[in-house]
């Protein structure tokens, strides 16, 4: 188990104190994929590099499985980060080094014979899915591919805890999905611990069991990750998961404001389904018990997470107030989420 | 022996001893290579230090990389020629003579190897710090972070930087040449201007002209082939 305990890290720049980790509280749980979002400079990476014993804490413990890992130095600190793999957004591979060096390396620095060294990194090539581009150079390696040699580089010591510092933000939405189905495939075949840190609430959606919101170096909000696109707690979340919701990220996506204006009239309701209301004829119900009102789909998306289907709708309602208002308590009572995005 | 004037001068290869003109062209090419073994080592050695000790909390980094950077930029300022003059008495102890190519290697070693140093340094700074980063959080030692990422992926720069200063080298030892180190600057200036002799000043300017030409065409290819960046 991994657990931060009123964690806090400043920093001294020219203009004064900066604190980049304010007093977080968070339990990992062995074999867990955990959640770290937030916009960049939320303090997401500071965290994780503590964890790694890149950085030390200004006040506060880390501990691993009970170790304190701030209080480790020299060797000890140096086998405790063996037993840590990190993949990163730029992959941070050497230039220098084929795939199969590249693999090894973590292998060459934990001292394991040449023989096994070989030996072991086939094995990783084999099951990030890198056959045949062995003797390959990083250059001649598309994004995915480099991040498949990070991840089964961050795997070669066998590590317990795998840190994911965005390493998706820098690929194309296709090879995300790749990724992170490749963590998933590891976190169950290997039981690994993973820290996934990311600013997009896809990933999290996609492969975290439990998420932590970091805004300003606070975490504001921890729960699963079910719960809190049901029920966003704190304004920041719930823009994380409106992101996540706004259907489809092409260009035809609009944004808030220009909702507002295309729909100028009565209101605009964003519901949000799980599990199975989402089979229930929710909305042609309500059509049917409040006929005075006017209903249109303005947008609609569906996600896949760890615990199940969340739906979200964007509906426009033109009508009376008491017969709108009859209708958000309708579909209260059916449990379905709602949201009044804009009220004319 | 006829010496002709002019234009003409230039061209009287009958008048060039081949036998000194071969052993002087093997006395500078002995001279620039055996100093840049030694200046290869000990800049990379400097730029090493002057790299790990730069921005480091400590006072003891801080004094080695002032002690480092004074020698470097010491050295590198004062102008060959001049540097020569002033190591002779330490050249008369290394070498036991202050005459021909063995009293040349001191003040070419000194004179060039801090040059070398600062361009080590400015490529070990250029390597992506996030591979060290990488390197660093898989538990590798400061030495290893050297051995197994610094030097392999600064490589090419180093080779690179290393065919730049053979080259200034080889200007270097024409110059120690004319005050008796042998090799190609002393013929040029003894056998070719003080006998008023044009045709061996040009010959030696061409053999020169050459090496620095094969030099340059060796280092690129050594560059190419170390250079896995792009293919």
């Known amino acids: ?344 | 022996m006829t010496n002709s004037t002019g234009f003409k001068s230039y061209f009287q290869l009958h008048n060039v001893d081949w036998g000194s003109m071969m052993s002087a062209t093997w006395e500078t090419v002995w001279m620039t290579l055996l100093s840049m073994v030694a200046i290869v080592i000990l800049g990379i050695i400097l730029g090493l230090i002057l790299y790990e000790t730069r921005n480091k909390p400590g006072i003891g980094y801080r004094i080695l990389n002032w002690l480092v950077g004074l020698f470097v930029n010491i050295f590198r300022s004062i102008p060959f020629i001049i540097l020569i003059i002033l190591l002779l008495p330490i050249t008369m102890k290394l070498a036991g003579t202050i005459i021909g190519p063995r009293a040349a290697l001191p003040s070419l070693i000194i004179s060039a190897a801090p040059f070398y140093a600062r361009m080590v340094e400015s490529y070990f700074r250029e390597v992506d710090s996030g591979v060290l980063e990488a390197a660093e959080s898989m538990g590798a030692t400061t030495w290893e972070i050297i051995t197994k990422v610094l030097l392999p992926e600064s490589k090419p720069a180093l080779i690179a930087g290393a065919t730049v200063t053979t080259i200034s080298l080889i200007g270097y030892t024409a110059m120690a040449g004319a005050i008796g180190a042998g090799g190609l600057g002393n013929l040029a200036y003894q056998d070719g201007f003080q006998a008023s002799n044009n045709t061996v000043t040009l010959v030696a300017t061409v053999i020169i002209c050459l090496f620095v030409f094969i030099v340059q065409f060796v280092g690129d290819i050594f560059v190419k082939i170390t250079d896995k960046r792009t293919l």
């Open chain 1, 1 to 344: 188990m991994i657990r931060f305990k009123d964690v806090s890290k400043q920093y001294s720049t020219k203009d004064g104190g900066l604190t980049a980790v304010n007093d977080v509280n968070i339990e990992i749980n062995d074999g867990e994929i955990f959640g770290i979002v937030g916009y960049s400079g939320a303090g997401k990476s500071t965290l994780v590099r503590m964890l790694d014993g890149l950085e030390a804490p200004s006040t506060g413990e880390i501990a691993i499985n009970g170790t304190d890992v701030s209080k480790l130095h020299g060797s000890q600190l140096r086998k405790q980060r063996q037993k840590i793999g990190m993949i990163f957004q730029h992959f941070n591979l050497l230039w220098s080094r084929t795939v199969l060096d590249n693999i090894a390396l973590p292998l060459e620095i934990a001292k394991v014979p040449k023989a096994k060294r070989k030996q072991r990194a086939e094995e990783l090539i084999k099951l990030v899915g890198l056959e045949g581009r062995e003797h390959s150079y990083p250059s001649e390696l598309s994004g995915g591919q480099k991040q498949r040699v990070g991840i089964a580089r961050a795997l070669a010591n066998e590590p317990t805890i795998l840190i994911s510092d965005e390493a998706t933000s820098a690929l194309d939405p296709d090879t995300t999905n790749e990724v992170l189905d490749l963590l998933l495939k590891i976190n169950k075949e290997m039981n690994l611990t993973i820290l996934l840190i990311t600013h997009e609430m896809h990933a999290i959606a996609k492969v975290c069991e439990r998420v932590a919101v970091m805004d300003s170096g606070k975490v504001v909000e921890t729960g699963s990750v079910f719960e809190v696109f049901r029920h966003p707690q704190q304004e920041i979340t719930r823009k994380f998961v409106s992101e996540e919701f706004t259907p489809q990220q092409s260009d035809n996506t609009m944004t808030l404001d220009e909702l507002i204006k295309k729909y100028p009239d009565g209101q605009i309701i964003r519901l949000i389904f799980h599990g199975p209301q989402a089979e229930l004829p929710i909305v042609s119900d309500v059509v049917k018990r409040f006929p005075d009102l006017t209903v249109s789909i303005i947008s609609g998306a569906i996600h896949q997470t760890q615990e199940g289907a969340l739906g979200s709708l964007d509906l426009q309602f033109v009508g009376d107030d008491s017969q709108i208002n009859d209708a958000l308590e309708y579909l209260k009572k059916m449990r379905v989420g709602t949201e009044v995005i804009h009220h004319d």
